[in-house]
């Protein structure tokens, strides 16, 4: 397998990135972006967690499509490009994934935090980061042919927690259907994870040898399992941004404080 290996130009992929299809989808992302940071400076970036992630995966996602679509494939194809290009693959999804554990767990109503939720919030971005020195300790093993098979190996591992994370959400989401008061979110969390659950999947298959050698041979397979999930992902959160369920989220609590002043007074009399 090492031997297929220094026959391709691993760790560089093998087609040669189409710039229209690059400068289109960036075109898209830009104006989902607008959209998206318009609707926060309304309710101004809150909460700010949130407002950051999504954020985030804008803006690497961007990154990722304009170096595509303006770079020359020898200046993409360098080691230094590399490193610097390299985790843009995995960000963006990753970025995704924290914003919905943070949608789930924050903005799902008025019930307060319990310890479980707590637990999450901590260990799900513990994991993240854990996964991005991996994953950068593999690109560093991946320019020298006698640690290609280890290079997968560390690839392989960061991977597995990403996926491993995004299929957790499913069970955590379930857990919390009940106590979820605004079903305004189900749609955009329903989607959001299922295109993330789908470019972990690519990201867990890239990381073998036998598939990274078959999913860097057509542009296509990019565009299918990475692009287009996180380009729908990030159009959904324009369109289901959560600051309409701010705006339900505050008027509940106010009626929830009126009840609660009308039933001290009963129980006084």
């Given at each position: 397998?090492?031997?297929?290996l220094?026959e391709?130009?691993y760790?560089?992929?093998s087609?040669?990135?189409?710039r229209?299809?690059?400068?289109?989808?960036?075109t898209?992302v830009?104006i989902?972006?607008?959209?998206?940071?318009?609707?926060?400076l309304y309710i101004?970036c809150?909460?700010?967690?949130?407002?950051?992630?999504?954020?985030?995966?804008?803006?690497?996602?961007?990154?990722?499509?304009?170096?595509?679509?303006?770079?020359?494939?020898?200046?993409?194809?360098t080691?230094?490009?590399?490193k610097?290009?390299?985790?843009l693959?995995?960000?963006?999804?990753?970025?995704?994934?924290?914003?919905?554990?943070?949608?789930?767990?924050?903005?799902?109503?008025?019930?307060?935090r319990?310890?479980?939720?707590?637990?999450?919030?901590?260990?799900?971005?513990?994991t993240?980061?854990?996964?991005?020195?991996?994953?950068?300790?593999?690109?560093?093993?991946?320019?020298?042919?006698n640690y290609?098979?280890?290079?997968?190996?560390?690839?392989?591992?960061?991977?597995?927690?990403i996926?491993g994370?995004?299929l957790?959400?499913?069970?955590?989401?379930?857990?919390?259907?009940?106590?979820?008061?605004?079903p305004?979110?189900?749609?955009?969390?329903?989607?959001s994870?299922?295109c993330?659950l789908?470019?972990?999947?690519y990201?867990q298959?890239?990381?073998?040898?036998?598939?990274?050698i078959?999913l860097?041979?057509?542009?296509?397979?990019?565009?299918?399992?990475?692009?287009?999930p996180?380009v729908?992902t990030?159009i959904?959160?324009?369109?289901?941004?959560?600051?309409?369920l701010?705006?339900?989220?505050?008027q509940?609590?106010?009626?929830y404080?009126?009840?609660?002043?009308i039933?001290?007074?009963t129980v006084?009399?």
């Amino acid at each position: 397998m090492m031997m297929y290996l220094n026959e391709t130009k691993y760790p560089f992929y093998s087609y040669t990135p189409s710039r229209y299809a690059a400068g289109t989808c960036a075109t898209i992302v830009y104006i989902s972006s607008i959209a998206w940071l318009a609707q926060s400076l309304y309710i101004k970036c809150r909460p700010f967690l949130l407002f950051l992630f999504v954020f985030a995966a804008y803006l690497t996602t961007f990154i990722e499509l304009i170096l595509r679509a303006t770079l020359n494939i020898n200046i993409l194809n360098t080691k230094i490009l590399y490193k610097m290009t390299a985790p843009l693959l995995s960000l963006s999804s990753r970025f995704l994934l924290l914003a919905n554990y943070y949608c789930l767990i924050e903005l799902r109503g008025k019930k307060p935090r319990d310890m479980f939720d707590r637990v999450i919030g901590i260990v799900v971005p513990i994991t993240a980061v854990t996964a991005d020195l991996l994953l950068a300790f593999a690109n560093e093993l991946s320019f020298k042919p006698n640690y290609h098979y280890l290079s997968f190996q560390f690839r392989q591992i960061p991977a597995g927690f990403i996926l491993g994370l995004a299929l957790f959400f499913y069970i955590i989401r379930c857990l919390s259907i009940p106590n979820i008061r605004h079903p305004y979110i189900l749609p955009l969390l329903t989607i959001s994870s299922t295109c993330v659950l789908i470019d972990a999947i690519y990201i867990q298959a890239m990381s073998i040898p036998t598939l990274f050698i078959a999913l860097t041979q057509s542009e296509l397979w990019f565009y299918i399992c990475h692009l287009v999930p996180i380009v729908i992902t990030l159009i959904m959160w324009s369109v289901f941004h959560p600051w309409r369920l701010l705006i339900s989220s505050k008027q509940d609590n106010q009626h929830y404080d009126v009840r609660l002043v009308i039933l001290r007074r009963t129980v006084s009399l």
